[in-house]
């Protein structure tokens, strides 16, 4: 057994710091989760951690919370060592390695999809903003960002953990099999979003991709079409505020 609050080996480092890198989590399954309020939504969400590591100035501070027999290795480290796994400038000093997961959907009425969120910060602020209003599932299309890479995670701020998310879905299959209605967010011609909208649930909100917006072919698959129009001199939305609106509005 591994005692708490003992140095790792070289292997373990150079393994962790090898989770920075997307071929590398897909090979071993397993992902970084770092700063505070992360490791903290991962513990109340009772993630299966493989490794906690401690910056040794910071070992005080998690001992109380991790108690004398933590249930997953505790590691202290060097500033050297952690600078290795890290992957942020301004660091709080503790990183998790994390095994990989898929939580079922949940019971609820509205879903989100995404055709294309490239950017990691904006994937993990939508994960966020699905959890914040109870998404049945956040429905990712291909190409968007992977949502075990670090700045995912960071931007959901714990929210990964707790949000249940599909990724490379088809999105015309999964539109042409959705029960309820598919509501495609477009910039121009489609009913105001203060108007009176008539749907059958479940609901899933359809959105586009960051700078080019839904592609007229996803559009065309969905039942109804609603608009966002601007009331001063901006022309549009960037894809997190307008998901949060449009979830607000039909939620």
């Given at each position: 057994?591994?005692?708490?609050?003992s140095?790792?080996?070289r292997?373990?480092?150079?393994d962790?710091?090898?989770?920075?890198?997307k071929?590398?989590?897909r090979?071993?399954?397993?992902f970084?989760i770092?700063?505070?309020?992360?490791?903290?939504?991962?513990?109340?969400?009772?993630v299966?951690?493989?490794?906690?590591?401690v910056?040794?100035s910071?070992?005080?501070?998690?001992?109380?919370?991790f108690?004398?027999?933590?249930?997953?290795?505790v590691?202290?480290v060097?500033?050297?060592?952690f600078?290795?796994?890290?992957?942020v400038?301004?660091?709080?000093?503790?990183?998790?390695?994390?095994?990989?997961?898929?939580?079922?959907?949940?019971?609820?009425?509205?879903?989100?999809?995404c055709?294309?969120?490239s950017?990691?910060?904006?994937?993990?602020a939508?994960?966020r903003?699905?959890?914040?209003?109870?998404?049945i599932?956040?429905?990712?299309?291909?190409?968007s960002?992977e949502?075990?890479n670090?700045?995912?995670?960071?931007?959901?701020?714990?929210?990964?953990?707790?949000?249940?998310?599909?990724?490379?879905?088809?999105?015309?299959?999964?539109l042409?099999?959705?029960?309820?209605?598919?509501?495609?967010?477009v910039?121009?011609?489609?009913?105001?979003l203060?108007?009176?909208?008539n749907?059958?649930?479940?609901v899933?909100?359809?959105?586009?991709?960051?700078?080019?917006?839904?592609s007229?072919?996803?559009?065309a698959?969905?039942?109804d079409?609603i608009?966002?129009?601007?009331q001063g001199?901006?022309?549009?939305?960037?894809?997190?505020?307008?998901?949060?609106?449009?979830a607000?509005?039909l939620s």
């Amino acid at each position: 057994m591994i005692e708490p609050y003992s140095a790792p080996t070289r292997k373990q480092v150079s393994d962790w710091s090898s989770l920075t890198q997307k071929k590398f989590r897909r090979e071993h399954s397993e992902f970084l989760i770092e700063g505070d309020v992360c490791v903290r939504e991962a513990l109340r969400a009772r993630v299966s951690l493989e490794a906690v590591l401690v910056l040794a100035s910071e070992v005080e501070k998690w001992q109380e919370e991790f108690g004398s027999r933590p249930r997953f290795p505790v590691f202290t480290v060097n500033s050297e060592t952690f600078g290795r796994i890290s992957t942020v400038e301004s660091s709080q000093g503790i990183v998790a390695v994390a095994r990989v997961f898929q939580l079922p959907p949940r019971a609820g009425k509205l879903a989100i999809l995404c055709e294309k969120v490239s950017d990691p910060g904006n994937c993990g602020a939508l994960v966020r903003v699905a959890d914040f209003f109870g998404a049945i599932e956040l429905l990712l299309g291909p190409e968007s960002a992977e949502v075990w890479n670090p700045k995912v995670v960071r931007g959901s701020m714990g929210s990964l953990f707790h949000q249940p998310v599909q990724t490379d879905v088809d999105i015309a299959a999964f539109l042409r099999e959705w029960p309820g209605s598919s509501v495609a967010t477009v910039a121009h011609s489609g009913e105001p979003l203060h108007g009176k909208l008539n749907l059958k649930p479940p609901v899933v909100l359809v959105l586009g991709h960051e700078t080019r917006g839904l592609s007229d072919d996803v559009a065309a698959l969905c039942t109804d079409r609603i608009t966002l129009a601007p009331q001063g001199s901006a022309e549009s939305l960037n894809l997190v505020t307008a998901a949060a609106v449009f979830a607000y509005a039909l939620s």
